[in-house]
């Protein structure tokens, strides 16, 4: 043991996670989809090892329903009880992603700058991370929502000027 094993890289593995948002149907036929296939990652991040699991879940128990009785609606159960949970807060991060996607790196860069180190710790100590959209606009503010606006707007008016 006293040598240090060579080790080389086989292969690198590369995959896109979809965040996009959720896919329309969870279940169809007998076939069930969950997690990023299904597109239960965050909008925002890509992540998703709550919103993926608590899928795995849901798809679990509703499968078992299936098996004591057969009924497809069982399955169906499974994606009624996941957008119930997370689908209001995806769509807020899809908004969100959508209007991100278009800032320009000086726009970023006075978006970041309005945020306090109050709000960091308000936001680190108080909200939950997985449904983090509501808790960003309810830090920031009236006010603070105005200046994202007029910053976003600027954004926009530059480009438009080009």
């Known amino acids: ?18 965040i996009k948002g959720p896919i329309s149907n969870f279940v169809s036929d ?3 989809i969950v997690g990023d296939a299904a597109g239960q990652s ?3 991040t890509a992540g998703g090892i ?3 699991g608590v899928g795995g879940i ?3 128990r509703a499968i078992a329903n299936y098996l004591e009785t057969g009924k497809k ?10 957008e119930k949970k997370f689908g209001k807060e995806f769509e807020k991060q899809l908004f969100a992603r959508k209007l991100l996607e278009r800032l320009d790196n000086t726009t970023i860069n006075k978006l970041f700058e309005s945020i306090t180190p109050q709000i960091i710790k308000e936001i680190s100590q108080k909200e939950d991370f997985d449904f983090h959209t509501s808790s960003i606009v309810k830090l920031l503010g009236v006010k603070g929502s105005f200046e994202t606006a007029k910053t976003f707007i600027g954004g926009e008016i530059k480009k438009l000027m080009k």
């Open 1 to 18: 043991m006293s040598k240090k094993a060579e080790f080389s890289t086989i292969r690198k593995i590369f995959a896109p996670i979809w």
């Open 30 to 32: 007998h076939l069930v």
């Open 42 to 44: 965050k909008p925002t």
């Open 50 to 52: 709550f919103s993926c």
């Open 58 to 60: 849901f798809a679990g």
């Open 73 to 82: 609606s069982d399955l169906e159960e499974y994606q009624i009880k996941w």
